[in-house]
């Protein structure tokens, strides 16, 4: 029987704030081919959005990242994840204030842990970041996925005012940065 870690398919489960910026992001990464927006890390079942906003769950938004290790390892997965948000900042990010947006490895094998722990310890080692990183390390035990209009945000609203003002600019540092790991872009059709 193949473990998740040997197998083709892995997962994980990431928090960086607002779940519509994250999932933006990694939808974008070669290797990736599913990422669903949703809960984890409370004491809430099946969370509601209005009950995640409030604050008091102890659930954290986050995605959840299907991926083939093959092509995208874990490790490049986080180094994504450091660089496209502020992993310095305790509960915040932006705006966005409260534990729901900590900044939040859930791992779901001591491997992870021990890698995520790895990357943390190295980029603090680095002075990359001005401020020590805050992000916790956190097991995974149950992931909710989030409501039907929060996946896939930033795709299919791409107009509405939070995507052009916050989630735009993170995209474009995303695509300059990491412009070697992107899905090709589809190509339009033909027009007759």
Request: net charge neutral; with cysteine.
């Amino acid at each position: 029987m193949a473990t998740e870690e040997n197998s083709k398919k892995q997962v994980a489960i990431l928090g960086g704030g607002c779940f519509w910026c994250t999932e933006a992001v990694f939808l974008r990464l070669r290797g990736v081919s599913k990422v669903t927006s949703g809960y984890t890390g409370g004491t809430v079942p099946n969370p509601t959005y209005e009950q995640i906003c409030r604050g008091d769950t102890g659930h954290a938004e986050v995605i959840r990242i299907e991926f083939d290790p093959h092509i995208v390892s874990f490790e490049q997965i986080l180094d994504v994840f450091f660089h496209t948000h502020d992993p310095t900042t305790l509960n915040r990010q932006g705006a966005d204030r409260g534990t729901q947006y900590r900044s939040v490895v859930f791992f779901n094998s001591s491997k992870q842990k021990d890698t995520a722990a790895k990357i943390i310890n190295k980029l603090d080692d680095s002075a990359e970041f001005r401020d020590p990183i805050v992000t916790t390390l956190e097991e995974l035990k149950e992931f909710y996925s989030a409501e039907d209009y929060h996946q896939n945000y930033y795709n299919l609203n791409p107009n509405q005012g939070y995507c052009r003002v916050v989630i735009d600019p993170k995209m474009h540092k995303f695509q300059k940065r990491y412009s070697k790991m992107l899905k090709p872009e589809k190509s339009e059709p033909e027009k007759q």
